[in-house]
């Protein structure tokens, strides 16, 4: 819910971060913070393979128009690494690909951990290779309220659904 807030607040300030991933997350003080804004950029057009290898969204590696989707791409990626232990690219499997991201689709969240139904669909459907077929980040932060069991008046996203593509 933390990450989707930051990321919420920096695409309203209209900013990709384009480089989330678990060292770029810390915890303090029972709240996640996203650090590391040196790719940070508004959306549009960018060259292909820029950001962390392992982590990139398939719009990244290609190159070209990049936005929002990114970022959920990003975000899912650092929750099904810390429900799992596992990165959903980047494994021995992809050790002589140049992008994992575009030569094969992330294993289902649920075949390394049972969660919620609501939130493992959010991850799977975060790291869907095609940018308007990912869930919004507000829809992914409505996911993790849920699976949070947060009661409805303490619920910030699920109000706030919107759409890029």
């Given at each position: 819910?933390?990450l989707c807030s930051a990321i919420s607040y920096l695409h309203g300030q209209g900013v990709l971060h384009l480089d989330l991933k678990p060292s770029n997350?810390?915890?303090?003080?029972?709240?996640?913070?996203?650090?590391?804004?040196?790719?940070?950029?508004?959306?549009?057009?960018?060259?292909?393979?820029?950001?962390?290898?392992?982590?990139?969204?398939?719009?990244?590696?290609?190159?070209?128009?990049?936005?929002?989707?990114?970022?959920?791409?990003?975000?899912?990626?650092?929750?099904?690494?810390?429900?799992?232990?596992?990165?959903?690219?980047?494994?021995?499997?992809?050790?002589?690909?140049?992008?994992?991201?575009?030569?094969?689709?992330?294993?289902?969240?649920?075949?390394d951990r049972r969660l919620p139904a609501a939130l493992a669909a959010a991850i799977d459907g975060g790291l869907d290779a095609q940018p308007c077929d990912?869930?919004?980040?507000?829809?992914?932060?409505?996911?993790?309220?849920?699976?949070?069991?947060?009661?409805?008046?303490?619920?910030?996203?699920?109000?706030?659904?919107?759409?890029?593509?």
């Open positions: 819910m933390h997350v810390i915890a303090e003080a029972g709240r996640a913070k996203i650090i590391d804004l040196s790719l940070a950029r508004p959306p549009g057009r960018m060259r292909p393979g820029i950001g962390t290898w392992c982590h990139l969204a398939p719009e990244q590696a290609r190159g070209g128009e990049v936005g929002p989707p990114a970022d959920v791409w990003g975000i899912a990626g650092v929750l099904y690494e810390a429900a799992t232990a596992l990165t959903p690219f980047g494994g021995e499997d992809d050790e002589d690909v140049e992008f994992p991201s575009l030569q094969r689709a992330a294993r289902p969240v649920a075949h990912r869930p919004t980040v507000a829809e992914l932060g409505a996911a993790c309220e849920q699976a949070a069991q947060l009661p409805a008046a303490e619920r910030r996203f699920a109000a706030r659904l919107g759409v890029w593509c």
